[in-house]
């Protein structure tokens, strides 16, 4: 398969019934409220359901997590924020600032946080706890004074207790048995019993993500995105035995997961599928990463470094794994990637759980103009304009003047008055 192929796979055009089916759900969930919610938990969980806010006791009485894991987990929290702090560093100005830009003109911003966030955290085939601490800890950095987080509900109606376990964890009170499209909707504007968000975030299955995007305008979203991807660039001195590990444990996430390879030789990639090979056939419940790893795994042959480097910025991945003799020279060259895990030892799992990175991240080569979900995310620029009375007079004859020029006679109008103050 060339390059060209596997973008044309790659940007195949959105399943249309999905769109359709979001929008009625959508459409449904704004006119009905709580009455839309009860009906889509009954027909998409199979659970019925009077209210969706989960106690504080069902949190309390979820199972919880052993002590060494909880721990683990707090330690993974701290990293996030601290990395998140991080990001933020000297970035951030203060509370307010400004600058004078002409005679008697300051031009100011102040960096504040949205107010209320939703986070949202899958079910499916596997309860990705992990999810809430990469929502949270950016969404609490920032300074935002409401998170909420949605979940989907199991057949007791309530969410997997290891998520809730989680959320008890970091001490998350508004919790929702609720997920799917139909909490997008929920988040975007509000039920009788749920108050709609500002912002949006956490990933999601194709419906959700679906939401997502046709919400985004009435709400704030982090990121569309698609399937999970991983391209791993091998040279000779790469060990087959992590490389094939780092592209079978992407493989696992799902039935249309992207592992891609990009090789130096025929014979470091004959050496990863073979290991590859023995994975598929001793690893325990291998019939989603052998979907994935038949269905969509692709392997490019390179023969420079200008054409490795060339194609990942053209791939532009959401995981961009290096198992190369000079990672620095590659991390130089390239801007193009979600996050990149630079050598071997550097493995992407830690970037899912333990790092201090977010794995919430951009596919579909949308890294080329998107963020992953990062502290800024939860934060909004606003501009202030002040002019005192030194402000010079010829400003406003330069603002009428291009109103003017623009036919606008109202903007014009209202530069004038100020000039006629003045004289």
């Known amino acids: 398969m060339t390059e060209q192929e596997f973008s044309l796979k790659r940007k195949k055009e959105r399943q249309e019934n999905i769109r359709m089916d979001v929008q009625e759900i959508i459409k ?4 009905r409220g709580d009455e839309a919610l009860r009906g889509y938990s009954l027909k ?9 806010r989960v106690s504080t006791e069902d949190v309390r009485k979820a199972s919880p997590f052993p002590e060494e894991l909880k721990t683990i987990l707090a330690e993974s929290y701290a990293r996030l924020e601290e990395f998140a702090r991080f990001q933020l560093g000297e970035i951030r100005p203060p509370a307010f600032r400004e600058k004078e ?12 946080p949205v107010r209320r966030a939703g986070i949202y955290v899958p079910g499916g085939r596997f309860p ?6 990469m929502g949270v800890a950016p969404a609490r950095v920032a300074g935002v004074s409401e998170i909420a987080l949605f979940t989907p509900p199991g057949k007791n109606g309530k969410p997997h207790p290891v998520i809730l376990s989680a959320a008890s964890l970091l001490g998350i009170e508004e919790i929702y048995a609720l997920g799917g499209a139909q909490a997008v909707a929920a988040m975007a504007y509000g039920t009788e019993s749920i108050p709609k968000v500002d912002l949006i975030a956490g990933p999601g299955n194709a419906w959700v993500t679906e939401a997502k995007r046709q919400v985004f305008g009435d709400v704030g979203i982090d990121l569309v995105a698609g399937p999970s991807e991983i391209l791993v660039i091998a040279d ?15 493989a696992e996430h799902d039935i249309h997961a992207m592992p891609i390879l990009a090789v130096f030789r025929e014979e470091i990639r004959e050496g990863i599928l073979r290991e590859v090979e023995t994975l598929l056939e001793t690893m325990p419940d291998a019939g989603t990463a052998h979907a994935s790893l038949t269905g969509n795994s692709v392997c490019f ?5 200008e054409e490795a480097t060339a194609l990942a910025d053209s791939l532009a991945p959401e995981h961009l794994q290096l198992h190369v003799t000079e990672p ?3 991390l130089a ?6 996050s990149l895990f630079a050598g071997s030892e550097s493995a992407e799992v830690l970037g899912d759980y333990v790092s201090g990175l977010n794995h919430t991240l951009p596919t579909g080569g949308t890294v080329r103009f998107q963020n992953g979900l990062n502290v800024w995310t939860f934060l909004k620029r606003q501009t202030v304009l002040r002019a005192d009375e030194g402000c010079d007079p010829s400003l406003y004859a330069s603002a009428r003047a291009m109103a003017e020029a623009e036919g606008l006679a109202g903007h014009a109008l209202s530069a004038e008055r100020r000039l006629q103050e003045r004289e």
């Open 101 to 112: 830009t002409a005679r008697g003109l300051l031009a100011g911003e102040r960096v504040v």
């Open 128 to 133: 990705l706890f992990s999810s809430l601490l």
């Open 28 to 31: 449904n969930v704004v006119e």
């Open 333 to 338: 060259a390239l801007s193009n990637y979600g």
């Open 301 to 305: 042959l390179v023969s420079t470094f």
């Open 44 to 52: 998409f969980d199979y659970v019925e359901l009077q209210g969706f």
């Open 236 to 250: 000779e001195s790469c060990d087959p035995v992590l490389a094939a590990a780092d592209l079978y444990a992407q």
């Open 328 to 330: 620095a020279r590659y």
